[in-house]
């Protein structure tokens, strides 16, 4: 039998994870955007993302956002946000943690993309996002869905968990944010990520899988989940609301 790969080290994590968004970035563009829809309610006005990587979901959420405050811990993935965003004034790249980011708030809204999984405190990190984000402003945070679904490649990429959606409400609530939504998302590919990274034990993101999936099972999962709430899913939304009532500060602050 083979033996279950453990987590992988910040530094080989960050490693894999360039590459695999790197992959995503090239061959699922309707995945990708798909996401910054979901997200688009918490990524309105002056945002925090956490977590930012390479910058390139950075650019795709002005969309929606007047600037992005793009947080990365690692060196090798701030260093490429940096470069990659430094001719755009809408978007301040900084190398660190949500408190490196302080002097920027109160934020309007603050976004995790695959993030959040990879912290260990997962709760003191939305207590930050709490602080950082003004009365009525909203926080998302889209993560890998079930344990069931822990492969190698997640503990490639440094995942220490996945969510359930009660859960992650939970710690939501526990950070002190109001449920303004939470749901699953993308139940095809619960299935997808069953086979393919648990028992075939292949990259998930290899190009010819993701082009095909991104292809011809996104368009029509998004039209349907858009629609009707999944019971399950691969993934996991939920986006959380600063009270106006929070003590001390106005929502206008």
Known sequence: MRRRAERASFDDADIALERTLEELDSNAPNYNEWLRVLVAPAARGKVIEL??????????????????VAVEPSDRGS????????????????????????????FDGGVMSNVLEHIEDDEGTLRELFELVRPGGAVA??????NV??????????HVRRYRKR???????????????????????????????????RRP???????????????????????????????VLVIGRVPLSRPGQSPES
């Open 149 to 158: 679904l822990m492969s190698d490649f997640d503990r490639e990429i440094g």
């Open 141 to 146: 945070v889209f993560s890998p869905a079930f």
């Open 51 to 68: 977590g930012a990587g390479m910058g390139t979901f950075s650019m795709a959420l002005l969309e929606s956002a007047d600037h992005i």
């Open 167 to 201: 859960e992650l409400i939970s710690k939501f609530e526990q950070a002190g944010f109001e449920i303004a939504d939470a749901r699953y998302v993308n139940m095809p590919g619960f299935f997808a990520w069953l086979l393919v990274s648990r028992a075939l034990r």
């Open 205 to 235: 993101t290899h190009s010819r899988l993701t082009q095909i999936y991104d292809r011809r099972v996104v368009p029509i999962t998004r039209w349907i989940e858009s629609r009707v709430r999944p019971p399950f899913g691969q993934s």
């Open 79 to 106: 260093a490429t946000l940096i470069a990659a965003t430094r001719a755009n004034d809408r978007v301040t790249a900084v190398h660190g943690y949500a408190a490196d980011a302080a002097g920027y708030a109160p």
